[in-house]
């Protein structure tokens, strides 16, 4: 098989520019040039894909994400987690960080050994670009769809083992600053090279300055699970829309945040402190009906994922091409944007943006192929057709 491809007569979405008409030719899995057709063609061999009325944006990466396809990434083992890894194709996203909740600490290890089975450089997958542990210090108060036999204060001796069984992949944790020995877990965390990142949490304006102060760089789901903006009493959400520095995660599915918040929260923030995420379950992809998250029985209907009582929202079916589709909707983001918020900002926070998260000439070729209304019809996945519509790969 040919390891040239190239994709033709798309609009190309740049770091800098929308090119019309563009053409992105790819390697050897890598990027080997990007721009205007009219200053390249298909070297002899390529496998040729007609991208004339579409988008090629650069694969998505979603750094908050807990399943898809009917499979949790804690709930089925290393067999699972590679099942997602598939699964996520679908929806443009060529990497991600798998995400755990408040669990026991057990189960986090094994989690974490799961995680590092199913990596997979050589497959049609999504890459698993590392961990984002998700609790379990948080606030019970603000605990979401979390287990609450999971949540406890944190513990450094847990946080040591978890660390070192992860071997540098865990990239986030949430943590809510108000806890004990929380702020010092944030110094720690940031030491270790994990970006701490606030939430499930009551904090009040100045504990978020602390935590801000030791280091934390962002806000798990601005809004969701966190004290809010209020004028007399500032909470967390406040503070993460005030001050610079720290990044916000933003759940754009329309249910999790009013679209007028996530447009106010775009002007406060900007690309370089926005990263949309989808808090996707392994509801994600499977349609209406009731399914299985944790310990919880949970219920889809359209864009909404509650728990069994129809009101308490549990996590989502988001996925991140419509996190696109909707933050230009709502926030008006320009595509370069939505890009730069669903591909470069989660990249960095991975530690890959030296090869992954844009197109651009040298880094890995992982694209997504969008039709005019924002469905995949193609995820590049290391310079080949790892996804298409209506074909099995
Ligand atoms: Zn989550």
Redesign the pocket.
């Known amino acids: 098989m040919s390891n040239r491809l190239a994709i033709v007569g798309g609009k190309v979405v740049t770091p800098n520019a929308i090119i019309e008409d563009g053409v992105v030719l790819c390697e050897d899995a890598k990027i080997k040039f990007a721009g205007s057709s009219k200053d390249a063609e298909p070297e002899p061999n390529s496998l040729i894909i007609n991208a004339r009325g579409k988008t090629v944006m650069p694969g998505f990466i979603d750094t908050?994400f807990?399943g898809s396809g009917g499979d949790d990434v804690m709930a089925n083992g290393a067999e699972g987690i590679k099942r997602i890894s598939r699964a996520l194709l679908k929806f443009g996203a060529t990497g991600y960080l798998a995400?755990t909740?408040a669990a026991r600490h057990e189960e986090l290890m094994r989690t974490v050994e799961d995680t590092i089975t199913a990596e997979n450089d050589n497959e049609p997958a999504a890459a698993i670009l590392g961990l984002h542990i998700?609790g379990p210090y948080i606030n019970p108060k603000f605990k979401g769809a979390q287990p609450e036999w999971g949540i406890r204060d944190p513990n450094f001796d847990e946080l040591n083992q978890l660390l070192d069984a992860a071997a540098g992949r865990i990239k986030i944790m949430t943590i809510a600053p108000e806890l004990p020995g929380a702020l010092e877990m944030i110094r720690m965390l940031k030491r270790a090279g994990v970006e701490p990142s606030v939430g499930h949490s009551e904090a009040d304006y100045d504990t978020a300055l602390a935590a801000i102060e030791a280091g934390a760089t962002r806000a798990t789901?601005l809004f969701n699970a966190m004290s809010g903006v209020h004028h007399r009493k500032p909470g967390l959400a406040s503070a993460v829309l005030n001050e610079p520095g720290i990044c916000a995660e933003m759940i754009c599915d329309g249910v999790h945040v009013h679209p007028r918040m996530v447009a106010l929260a775009w002007k406060a923030k900007g690309r370089d402190a926005m990263t949309l995420i989808t808090?996707a379950t392994a509801a994600q992809g499977v349609g209406d009906g009731e399914y299985t998250l944790g310990d919880f029985q949970i219920r889809v209907r359209g864009p909404l994922c509650t728990l069994m009582d129809g009101v308490t929202i549990a996590?989502s079916v988001l996925t991140m091409n419509r996190a696109v589709s909707n933050a230009i909707a709502f926030a008006g983001m320009s595509l370069i944007d939505a890009a730069h918020t669903a591909s470069m900002a989660p990249a960095m926070a991975c530690g890959v943006a030296d090869r992954k998260g844009s197109i651009v000439t040298g880094k890995d070729a992982d694209l997504a192929i969008l039709n005019s209304d924002f469905s995949v019809s193609h995820t590049i996945r290391a310079g080949a057709v790892a996804y298409q519509t209506g074909v099995a790969v």
Do not use: N, R, S, Y
């Open positions: 908050h807990h995400t909740i998700e789901h808090d996590g």
